[in-house]
């Protein structure tokens, strides 16, 4: 099966305490792109500027990634700088350029309609609705957002909620879309409102997968390095989907596996800038970290 | 086997969003002592003062805790009021009035030295030693610790930690310890100054044993009332040494499971306040919710 992805490619300059990376890659439909291509086949719908060459979109190219949605607008690529302090959980943005994307109005290629998985990555969400009807082949929605858009939006998510299968949210997010501090309860409130399945991101405390059938929780993998956390919940977004895409969107066991995968694709994404970690990946070290997760996890019962 | 703990027996006045516990039941040992007590045999090693009545030893006593080595000396028992805002995860200490805990010199009673399992509760790292000098017949030694010693009596936490078998501390604290913002790189840190493992508690988002074989991460059960977390940390350390108290101290594949038993007692200690429902807890609910922790953490190999 394919996934469809709409959401932004941008040059990214960040700051973290081990280093800094100046002008790269990023955005969530990158990062989710790449992470996904290493399960299914990746469709991309997004808008760069003209300053966006051949040589930006080699390593798209390379993980197979279908550009035929890389629109390409008259000025210059979304920017975007951030810094992270010692405390790697939250960014601080320096500086946002929206440029072309300001006047981004996503165009869904011909023969892409019926894409079965849908990815609205973090976008405003009354163009998430937009995709959302053009695709209207989708068998599985997902859906991920942000503050900005929880605050200034509101009505517009809740309308994308209730046709949203998948919904992705931070922690810090979900509590403030529902209002109600405790996670549960927060979740219960948002399953309410039409997803089936409630992804809440935890950056380096894990995940934890809300459905009808309750609840999966996983830690985040311990690492001893973490050089910059930019386009983690991209690339756990990627891992999610992508193995359930190449699953056939298949019952709540896969879910549980899901997470895992994409709990994997985010310890890869999080130990170096840019690509620069996840472009090097192979299936073996993607396996063996899978095999950690669960060296990390399990547990006997009790005698 | 047995248990010996020293630490604090007190009366919290507690204020949370769900309400209010005044002069109720609490302290280190005294959380520490019940959750263990489900376990194995516990010896409780604290002082209290004349207004701690026979009323207030009831619920230690229904739970067979021996009190030969509860002090009772001239003046009031430690107080502590503290509350809680929307985020249960931290304590503002509103006021702490030590009473007679601030002349505690503890007492080991005839008998107790060669308690094979030794948990030194948060108190002051110096009568922390004293204490592990006097108890020499333990097998194993387990210690917890809090901010305001790891600010104030540095040098004698770290000696004290060459002589402890687990050290348990909480997120915060082994950074402030360390001064290592990264927990793998903290835990490492703590490992080769002497302790066979580290417990990491992290509130709301679980706990991480690290031990030279790597590291063992749950994440909390997902509650939907959380009305006190108060004494969370030593429910924990109670079922988790409890827990291993009652194998003879086994390998590896025990403290994981003692890590399982530790964080449900956690879970049951904060659903409501002081000891009101822990006291009520019955073997068939704790066995409940360790398979709940399985169901909600399990996941299969990737196909």
Known sequence: MSILVVGSVAF????????????????????????????????????????????????LRLRSVDLA??????GRTFRWAGEYGDDLNTARTLDTQLNVFAEFRPEIP????????????????????????KVHGAKLVA????????????????????????????????????????????????????????????????????DRNGAFALPAYPLRVVKDPTGAGDAFAGGFLGYLSSRGLDGERDLRRAAVVGSVMASYQVEDF??????????????????????????????
Not at 27 to 55: I, M, Y
Not at 69 to 74: E, I, N, Q, S
Not at 289 to 294: A, T
């Open 69 to 74: 949605g890389l629109a390409t607008a008259k």
């Open 274 to 303: 840019s690509l620069d970690r996840v472009l090097k990946l192979t299936e073996p070290e993607i396996r063996e970290r899978y095999e950690d997760f669960s060296r990390l996890t399990r547990f006997d019962p009790l005698p």
């Open 143 to 210: 859906a991920d957002t942000m503050n900005y858009w929880i605050a200034s939006k509101p009505a517009a998510l809740e309308k994308l909620l209730t046709r949203v299968d998948l919904f992705l949210v931070n922690d810090a997010e979900i509590r403030q879309l529902t209002g109600e501090r405790n996670l549960v309860r927060a979740a219960e409130s948002l399953l309410a409102k039409g997803p089936a399945a409630v992804v809440v991101k935890r950056g380096e405390h894990g995940v934890v997968v809300f």
């Open 12 to 59: 990214d300059t960040v700051r973290t305490p081990f280093g800094e990376g100046r002008e790269v890659l990023g955005g969530s439909a990158t990062h989710f792109a790449v992470s996904a291509s290493f399960w299914t086949p990746v469709r991309l719908v997004a808008v760069v500027g003209e300053d966006f060459t051949d040589e930006h979109r080699e390593p």
């Open 110 to 133: 011909h023969g892409w309609h019926d894409t079965p998985l849908l990815f609205l990555a973090n976008i405003d969400p009354e163009l998430q609705w937009e995709v959302l009807e």
